[in-house]
């Protein structure tokens, strides 16, 4: 016997949805001095529910009624919130459970009631496999007639010392069938590695002939890519020799950069989880890894001279500083990277071609560090009062406070020494309304600095975080916010995430961009019209379909010089609802192919079918690795996905 909670929608009048939830008590007890503990992600409006205790810090609601509820007996209440139509299952509580006498019970919680899930499904066409799959597909490729027949121990000679990285990548994914022979200045060889400097830095040519395989580049990063399509010529089942087609393949990329971002802070994903996304990415020649690595809800680097961002920052529990958040909120959550584990993916990213480049976000979305270095970072007199987009009222760094600056100092210095990549990303997104309006320190430094608007103080706190890290060797990069205040220079790079529009504004007014249109590129949005489909729908719902056809920078001229200033595509997969790897894995896989061919491909050698085609090679591929995709051609792709943790 249990307790059943069940919420069910019950009017949807744009822009405000009406909700009943109801609590059956099956066990054998009354639930005494009880609450109703739930994560919700949108915001309840007081007003809505003001018969019963209410409270709200970010998803993370409790609900104490004003009675017990004995066994047997339902109890219900009603409250609304402004919202959007409910369509997804998804948009159910993501957890929840009773606290009755101080004792956390565990809830079955039931399906929502939808009053107006979504009744259809987006159909791909059937296609045949095809003979070549390379993903994303090279811009210039020609096939002979005939095949290479590759030993089990095949001779590579490797002339140039830009090829090392690319060849011990090479010999840690095929070591399960080759065992390879090292001869550099073997005069025949079945695979030969040699410099062109001619070709463009990411550029690469491979040719399979009868008798070898031959790979130039002018750099390590052209080795890397030759070897990930190298790698998809081989057989998906391959027996005592490997057989590749014959093929001349001369490929360099669209955009020099070719981006996926992970949300580790909203839960904390494993090393092994993030190794096999970068290893994939690697494989698809996506080459940097945006590492997300603090939020609100949880600050994920270790920071040794800040040990208390780690110690309080990395965890949510009832019990803790910070509440629970979105899923499994009865257990204590978290979890952080060591300086050691951050240098072991920056390694293992480094040897496939990778950069991974941290995030740690600033202003905005700063509660996890708030609440671990409150002597530094909170001002006792500061009245201002404000909510965020995701619920939050106490979230923001202050810019009139000594301690921000030497915290930031600390953390900037921490993140150069940690990470060689010559970026730092710094968020600088969602800084709500009403904040700093009633701080005596931001006020102060208003008048000092004879600012006129508090949208000021964001710049004048991110002005000062770019030259600490131009000092540092470092150039900042930042969502298209960090022009907020307007003091930042045009070295900061802006990452576009409202719109391509948006990032192409910012382009007009002298900054680098790297296009992350969330209509295309958010990979935690739901994947087709159904209810049973996973993650959330605030952009739009995001079938494999629409992120193949976009078409980056469609409205330009070719010869625009606008285009000079896009360094390239970036895609991510947002963690509020993504709780472990299977999950992230059904979430992101095979849309980041459609992403990774986007930002490769020239648009004349895209093509939906073909990239269909080519497809139905690559997900065999998939389950030989282990990875837990979305197949777009089972009738419930769904079943395939494990139920949350």
Same mark, same amino acid.
């Given at each position: 016997?249990?307790?059943?909670?069940?919420?069910?929608?019950?009017?949807?009048?744009?822009?405000?949805?009406?909700?009943?939830v109801?609590?059956?008590?099956?066990?054998?007890?009354?639930?005494?001095?009880?609450?109703?503990?739930?994560?919700?992600?949108?915001?309840?409006?007081?007003?809505s529910?003001?018969?019963?205790?209410?409270?709200?810090?970010?998803?993370?609601?409790?609900?104490?009624?004003?009675?017990?509820?004995?066994?047997?007996?339902?109890?219900?209440?009603?409250?609304?919130?402004?919202?959007?139509?409910?369509?997804?299952?998804?948009?159910?509580f993501?957890?929840?459970?009773?606290?009755?006498?101080?004792?956390?019970?565990?809830?079955?919680?039931?399906?929502?009631?939808?009053?107006?899930?979504y009744?259809?499904?987006?159909?791909?066409?059937?296609?045949?496999?095809?003979?070549?799959?390379?993903?994303?597909?090279?811009?210039?490729?020609?096939?002979?007639?005939?095949?290479?027949?590759?030993?089990?121990?095949?001779?590579?000679?490797?002339?140039?010392?830009?090829?090392g990285?690319?060849?011990?990548?090479?010999?840690?994914?095929?070591?399960?069938?080759?065992?390879?022979?090292?001869?550099?200045?073997?005069?025949?060889?079945?695979?030969?590695?040699?410099?062109?400097?001619?070709?463009?830095?990411?550029?690469?040519?491979?040719?399979?002939?009868h008798?070898?395989?031959?790979?130039?580049?002018?750099s390590?990063? +052209?080795f890397?890519?030759? #070897?990930? $399509? &190298?790698? !998809? %010529?081989?057989? =998906?089942? *391959?027996?005592?020799?490997?057989?590749?087609?014959?093929?001349?393949?001369?490929?360099?990329p669209?955009?020099?950069?070719?981006?996926?971002?992970?949300?580790?802070?909203?839960?904390?994903?494993?090393?092994?989880?993030?190794?096999?996304?970068?290893?994939?990415?690697?494989?698809?020649?996506?080459?940097t890894?945006?590492w997300?690595?603090?939020?609100?809800? +949880?600050?994920?680097?270790? #920071?040794? $001279? &800040?040990? !208390? %961002?780690?110690? =309080?920052? *990395?965890?949510?529990?009832?019990?803790?500083?910070?509440?629970?958040?979105?899923t499994?909120?009865?257990?204590?959550?978290g979890?952080?990277?060591?300086?050691?584990?951050?240098?072991?993916?920056?390694?293992?990213?480094?040897?496939?071609?990778?950069?991974?480049?941290?995030?740690?976000?600033?202003?905005?979305?700063?509660?996890?560090?708030?609440?671990?270095?409150?002597?530094?970072?909170?001002e006792? $007199?500061?009245?201002?009062?404000?909510?965020?987009?995701?619920?939050?009222?106490?979230?923001?760094?202050?810019p009139?406070?000594?301690?921000?600056?030497?915290?930031?100092?600390?953390?900037?210095d921490?993140?150069?020494?940690?990470?060689?990549?010559?970026?730092?990303?710094?968020?600088?997104?969602?800084?709500?309304?009403?904040?700093?309006?009633?701080?005596?320190?931001?006020?102060?430094?208003?008048?000092?600095?004879?600012?006129?608007?508090?949208?000021?103080?964001?710049?004048?706190?991110?002005?000062?975080?770019e030259?600490?890290?131009?000092?540092?060797?470092?150039?900042?990069?930042?969502?298209?916010?960090?022009?907020?205040?307007?003091?930042?220079?045009?070295?900061?790079?802006?990452?576009?995430?409202l719109?391509?529009?948006?990032g192409?504004?910012?382009?007009?007014?002298?900054?680098?961009?790297?296009?992350?249109?969330?209509?295309?590129?958010?990979?935690?949005?739901?994947?087709?019209?159904?209810?049973?489909?996973?993650?959330?729908?605030?952009?739009?719902?995001?079938?494999?379909?629409?992120?193949?056809?976009?078409?980056?920078?469609?409205?330009?001229?070719?010869?625009?010089?606008?285009?000079?200033?896009?360094?390239?595509?970036?895609?991510?997969?947002?963690?509020?609802?993504?709780?472990?790897?299977?999950?992230?894995?059904?979430?992101?896989?095979?849309?980041?192919?459609?992403?990774?061919?986007?930002?490769?491909?020239?648009?004349?050698?895209?093509?939906?079918?073909?990239?269909?085609?080519?497809?139905?090679?690559?997900?065999?591929?998939?389950d030989?690795?282990?990875?837990?995709?979305?197949?777009?051609?089972?009738?419930?792709?769904?079943?395939?996905?494990?139920?949350?943790?």
């Open positions: 016997m249990s307790i059943s909670v069940q919420l069910q929608v019950i009017n949807e009048t744009d822009p405000r949805c009406q909700f009943r109801e609590i059956v008590n099956q066990t054998q007890h009354a639930l005494v001095d009880w609450s109703l503990h739930f994560t919700f992600d949108r915001f309840i409006q007081p007003d529910i003001a018969e019963h205790k209410h409270t709200q810090v970010g998803s993370y609601c409790v609900v104490t009624p004003n009675k017990p509820l004995s066994k047997g007996e339902t109890f219900e209440f009603e409250f609304a919130a402004n919202s959007a139509k409910f369509r997804y299952l998804s948009d159910n993501d957890d929840a459970f009773v606290r009755s006498n101080g004792e956390m019970i565990a809830v079955d919680l039931k399906p929502i009631i939808l009053a107006s899930p009744s259809q499904r987006t159909q791909v066409p059937v296609v045949s496999a095809a003979d070549i799959a390379i993903i994303p597909k090279p811009n210039s490729l020609s096939r002979s007639q005939g095949q290479f027949h590759l030993s089990t121990s095949p001779i590579i000679a490797v002339q140039t010392e830009f090829a990285n690319a060849v011990d990548w090479l010999f840690e994914e095929t070591q399960q069938l080759l065992t390879w022979q090292r001869d550099d200045y073997a005069e025949t060889a079945d695979l030969y590695l040699s410099l062109n400097a001619n070709l463009a830095p990411q550029a690469y040519q491979l040719s399979v002939t008798d070898n395989i031959t790979i130039c580049a002018a390590a990063a +052209g890397g890519h030759a #070897i990930a $399509s &190298l790698l !998809q %010529l081989f057989p =998906v089942d *391959a027996g005592d020799a490997i057989v590749l087609p014959l093929v001349n393949i001369d490929d360099t669209a955009y020099s950069l070719r981006g996926f971002m992970l949300d580790c802070a909203r839960h904390f994903h494993t090393i092994e989880t993030i190794k096999t996304q970068i290893n994939q990415c690697a494989k698809y020649k996506i080459n890894f945006h997300h690595l603090t939020d609100d809800e +949880g600050w994920r680097v270790e #920071i040794p $001279s &800040l040990p !208390q %961002l780690t110690q =309080v920052g *990395a965890y949510r529990g009832v019990d803790d500083a910070i509440e629970p958040q979105f499994q909120i009865k257990q204590k959550h979890g952080f990277y060591s300086t050691l584990q951050v240098k072991e993916i920056v390694e293992f990213a480094r040897v496939r071609g990778i950069t991974v480049i941290p995030e740690i976000d600033i202003p905005g979305h700063c509660r996890a560090a708030i609440k671990s270095l409150p002597e530094l970072l909170v006792p $007199s500061d009245q201002s009062q404000y909510r965020s987009i995701q619920n939050y009222t106490d979230n923001v760094l202050n009139g406070l000594a301690g921000t600056y030497q915290f930031l100092d600390t953390v900037l921490a993140l150069a020494d940690l990470f060689p990549a010559p970026y730092v990303h710094i968020g600088a997104d969602e800084v709500p309304e009403g904040v700093w309006l009633h701080s005596p320190s931001c006020q102060a430094l208003m008048r000092a600095e004879e600012y006129t608007d508090a949208k000021e103080l964001q710049g004048h706190l991110l002005r000062y975080a030259r600490k890290l131009h000092a540092l060797g470092k150039r900042m990069l930042g969502w298209e916010e960090a022009q907020h205040g307007d003091k930042v220079s045009t070295n900061t790079v802006i990452y576009s995430w719109s391509e529009q948006a192409l504004e910012c382009a007009q007014r002298g900054h680098d961009v790297v296009l992350q249109p969330a209509q295309y590129t958010y990979l935690d949005l739901t994947q087709d019209y159904d209810p049973q489909e996973y993650g959330v729908d605030w952009a739009c719902v995001l079938p494999l379909e629409t992120v193949y056809s976009y078409q980056p920078l469609a409205q330009l001229k070719p010869s625009d010089p606008l285009r000079n200033k896009i360094l390239g595509i970036q895609c991510a997969a947002w963690c509020e609802l993504i709780n472990h790897g299977s999950r992230l894995e059904y979430m992101i896989y095979p849309r980041l192919q459609a992403v990774a061919e986007a930002a490769w491909t020239q648009p004349p050698h895209r093509d939906w079918r073909c990239f269909l085609s080519r497809l139905k090679v690559d997900l065999p591929r998939l030989r690795t282990g990875i837990h995709y979305r197949d777009p051609w089972l009738a419930k792709p769904y079943d395939r996905q494990p139920q949350q943790n």
